[in-house]
């Protein structure tokens, strides 16, 4: 078992609240549920990333038959204030502006990564899973395929 799985199996037991004799057994169907919950406020490695990913339901346009907006990296990079605040997450761009002075890490965050790609970021930070689910709220469309970046999972 690796290190972060012991971390992460010892702050479940503690969120559990279980016994030490529990924690020798099974784990249970409850522990392996609140793991896969909030593992991602460990950090996550590459590959959980991209389940995490195929997961969430971001920037999905029902009415318009999946014809989201595209923007390219330069188009973006105009709004990076508080009147106007986009950022790029895994080739999807967000208008966060509403979001700015309510975003519980603070709008000085959010501003330094106005206008830019903030992946790293928001991956690198362990956003929780309410946290990515908020983004599909944000999303305004997506970057023109020309201005990708694909992140390789392979080392
Ligand atoms: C649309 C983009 C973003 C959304 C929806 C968002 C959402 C959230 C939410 C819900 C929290 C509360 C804790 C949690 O649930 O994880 C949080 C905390 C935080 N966020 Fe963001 N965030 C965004 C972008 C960013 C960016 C780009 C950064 C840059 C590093 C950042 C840095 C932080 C920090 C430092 C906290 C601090 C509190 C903590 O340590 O938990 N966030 N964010």
């Not at 995490?52 to 339901?57: K, T, W």
Request: proline share 2%; net charge negative.
């Amino acid at each position: 078992m690796s290190a972060k799985t012991k971390r992460i199996i010892s702050w479940a037991l503690a969120t559990l609240q279980l016994s030490p004799n529990e924690e020798n057994g099974e784990v249970s169907d409850a522990l392996t549920a609140t793991v896969a919950r909030d593992s991602s406020y460990l950090g996550l490695t590459a590959s959980e990333r991209s389940d995490v990913r195929s997961e969430l339901s971001a920037c999905k346009d029902e009415n318009s038959e999946n014809k989201i907006p595209t923007f390219s990296r330069r188009e973006v990079a105009d709004h990076c204030c508080s009147q106007s605040c986009w950022m790029v997450i895994d080739n999807k761009v967000y208008d966060v502006t509403r979001f700015l002075r309510s975003h519980p890490g603070g709008e000085d965050i959010m501003l330094e990564h106005g206008g830019h790609d903030a992946t790293s970021a928001f991956f690198d930070k362990g956003h929780s899973r309410d946290a990515f689910n908020m983004l599909a709220e944000y999303c305004i469309g997506e970057v023109t395929k020309a201005d990708w970046i694909v992140e390789k999972n392979c080392t």
